[in-house]
């Protein structure tokens, strides 16, 4: 009996010896955080930061004295035909700008959302077209013959965007130090406008005439040349649209990280003159 008492005390001290030498695992002492994040970086809270960028826009005039042709041929035979003519052409700029952007994240373990405001004020992007074409337009049928109107179109129109902003939601992926993002939302700029139209014509009647057993084709002018004009002209016009694109983001320090980013702005037509533009950007910004 001795016996037994004696091999039982040595199997527990030899069972406690071992528990005493195995390692502290973390799930014996509540070690495991929340979720399956790996992310080491905190994006969550406010930012502002200061960006430079290099832009590619198409600006497009073609339909620019639509609507001055409109008015003034309104309730004519010409209003359709003329109205119809790209007179001017798309033009394509290329330039720098520079501005600053304000926002705030929020961080659910590796997933990050978030809202900003952006700024970008353009150097000189603008651009102006000019041009005129003339074509004959069949009128109204003549009591004998048809009448015809030598038609002839000119114009000009210029836009220069001063800036914009961009109101945009974004959501991101924290792979560490790097965050990559897509974003998308409203945008306003501020545009120079201006464009001019001039239309003018003469009414032709054309008929056949026989005398004496001789018939030849009259072609004669019905009344004195026509020509209207009219110009428009906005120094500060508000357009509006949309924006999306895609960026990531790099976590230098704690609290500054560095940004490069693609932006597409699509903006509403500015007196029958569209414009959008690419903004590849690069940025750097402090996080609170």
């Known amino acids: 009996m001795r016996g037994l008492l004696l091999a039982a005390v040595m199997l527990g001290t030899v069972s406690a010896a071992h528990a005493a030498d195995m390692p502290d695992l973390p799930i014996l002492r509540g070690g495991f955080t929340d979720g399956l ?5 905190n994006w969550d809270g406010f930012y502002v930061g200061g960006q430079w960028g290099f832009v590619t826009s198409e600006i497009d005039f073609s339909r620019a004295p639509k609507s001055m042709t409109d008015f003034m041929l309104r309730d004519s035979v010409l209003q359709a035909p003329v109205g119809g003519w790209s007179l001017l052409p798309k033009n394509h700029v290329q330039t720098t700008g520079f501005g600053a952007f304000v926002g705030r994240n929020w961080q659910f373990y590796d997933a990050v959302m978030g809202v900003e405001a952006n700024y970008s004020y353009m150097n000189n992007l603008g651009s102006s077209a000019s041009d005129s074409m003339g074509r004959i337009i069949p009128g109204e049928t003549a009591p004998t013959g048809t009448y015809t109107y030598d038609t002839t179109l000119g114009g000009g129109a210029s836009l220069q965007l001063k800036d914009y902003a961009t109101f945009r939601g974004r959501v991101g992926w924290s792979g560490g130090d790097f965050m990559p993002y897509a974003f998308g939302g409203l945008a306003i700029g501020r545009a ?22 001789v018939t030849t084709h009259q072609h004669v002018t019905v009344g004195p040349p026509v020509s209207l004009s009219q110009t428009e ?3 500060n016009s508000f357009i509006y649209g949309w924006t999306a694109g895609l960026g990531i983001e790099y976590m230098l320090w704690d609290c500054l990280f560095l940004r490069g980013e693609w932006e597409h702005v699509g903006f509403s037509n500015a007196k029958n003159i569209s414009v959008s533009l690419n903004n590849f950007r690069v940025g750097a910004g402090y996080k609170f």
């Open 37 to 41: 994040s790996k992310s080491s970086v």
């Open 192 to 213: 120079e406008v201006s464009r001019n139209a001039t239309v003018s014509w003469q009414k032709w009647w054309d008929y056949d005439q026989t005398v004496a057993g």
């Open 233 to 235: 002209a906005r120094t």
